[in-house]
């Protein structure tokens, strides 16, 4: 499980960043296939699947609670530009970054 913990860790620090199966593997000093195999029977989760929940749970937060310009919380949660930032939050919530946000300021989406 510490090697888990440890992997959780690394992906929220950097998870601005491009992040890698290898890159994970990586910093634990363990093959990627190994790393995977350990971190889904722990998790339940391939590490790309926890990697996007991450991404998009900072990116609520941050559209909620900040007032921060839609393209800079793409940056700020690892993806390349506003258009694939907007495409994944949409694929994953149902709905768009600006329409999530005026909907968190108006109190519709829990």
Do not use: E, K, W
């Amino acid at each position: 499980m510490g090697q888990v913990l440890q992997a959780l860790a690394f992906i929220d620090q950097n998870l601005s960043d491009r992040l890698t199966l290898s890159d994970i593997a990586a910093s634990l000093s363990l093959s990627p296939c190994h790393f995977a195999h350990l971190f889904r029977r722990m998790t339940g989760l391939t590490p790309h699947q926890y990697v996007m929940q991450r991404r998009m749970g900072r990116a609520r937060g941050l559209l909620a609670g900040t007032d921060l310009p839609i393209a800079h919380v793409a940056l700020v949660v690892g993806c390349a530009n506003q258009s694939h930032f907007s495409a994944m939050f949409r694929r994953v919530t149902g709905t768009t970054p600006l329409n999530y946000r005026r909907c968190r300021s108006t109190g519709q989406y829990a």
